[in-house]
């Protein structure tokens, strides 16, 4: 079946950018999406791409997609600490009903 | 409006003891999601349903049921505890499938621990 994998643990200090990378094993995928899960809560759509586009950046957000490599990263300008979180990517292929999620990446930031 | 409810927020339960993950949301959305997450292991897909009547197996459906006999309502059931389904249960619903730029709406989810 479809397999996403991510790192478990990323650290950056406040203001630096942070580049949180994912690769998934499908390559029927059509949408890839970042979510956001902060403690204690349920995960929050924070962008996504279409599998024909290369890039999308949306304010601090810069979402890059190599789909020869099957290789998805997700680049936070400016981190600050309400950045910190857990990071998941996500993708689905075309006529699916669901989304495979990656082990998910804990962002922490430091002062 | 409210999203996506579960209920109750965390519970304990003895091995062998059943219980009722609630999830109701208000959006109208024909695709509900059962998750669990546990650490290091991202979220497996235990139960899935696209409208009311119509449910699907996920990743990891072994130990649990559902049922969808409303479009506001999907809940999961454990009938026999057991400490391997001590994890963190979200619920999740979106209007349109995954093949879609229309995200997931997730709860808050409920902290379940067996002992």
């Known amino acids: 079946g479809e397999d996403v994998e991510q790192s478990l643990f990323l650290s950056v200090r406040e203001g630096d950018s942070s580049v949180i990378n994912c690769t998934y094993t499908?390559?029927?995928?059509?949408?890839l999406y970042w979510y956001k899960q902060e403690p204690g809560a349920g995960l929050q759509l924070l962008t996504y791409?279409?599998?024909?586009?290369d890039m999308k950046q949306d304010q601090r957000l810069t979402v890059l997609l190599n789909k020869k490599d099957k290789h998805l990263s997700l680049r936070i300008a400016d981190t600050q600490t309400g950045d910190s979180a857990i990071y998941f990517c996500?993708?689905?292929?075309?006529?699916?009903?669901?989304?495979?999620f990656g082990t998910g990446t804990q962002l922490k930031v430091e002062l | 409006n409210a999203g996506v409810t579960q209920t109750p927020k965390f519970r304990i339960l003895k091995i062998g003891q059943s219980m009722t993950l609630q999830c109701t949301q208000d959006?109208?959305?024909?695709?509900m999601y059962w998750y669990r997450q546990d650490p290091g292991m991202g979220l497996k897909l235990i139960y899935y349903?696209?409208?009311?009547?119509?449910?699907d197996k996920g990743e990891v459906p072994n130990g649990y049921n559902v049922s969808r006999s409303t479009t506001e309502d999907f809940p999961l059931r454990l009938e026999l505890a057991a400490p391997s389904q001590t994890s963190v249960y979200f619920c999740?619903?979106?209007?349109?499938?995954?093949?879609?730029?229309?995200?997931?709406?997730f709860g808050d989810g409920t902290r379940l621990s067996i002992l």
């Open positions: 349903s696209v409208g009311a009547g119509i449910t």
């Open positions: 996500a993708e689905t292929s075309r006529g699916g009903n669901k989304l495979t």
């Open positions: 999740a619903s979106t209007a349109n499938g995954g093949d879609s730029n229309q995200p997931q709406h």
């Open positions: 791409i279409f599998s024909n586009m």
């Open positions: 499908d390559s029927s995928s059509t949408y």
């Open positions: 959006m109208n959305h024909n695709y």
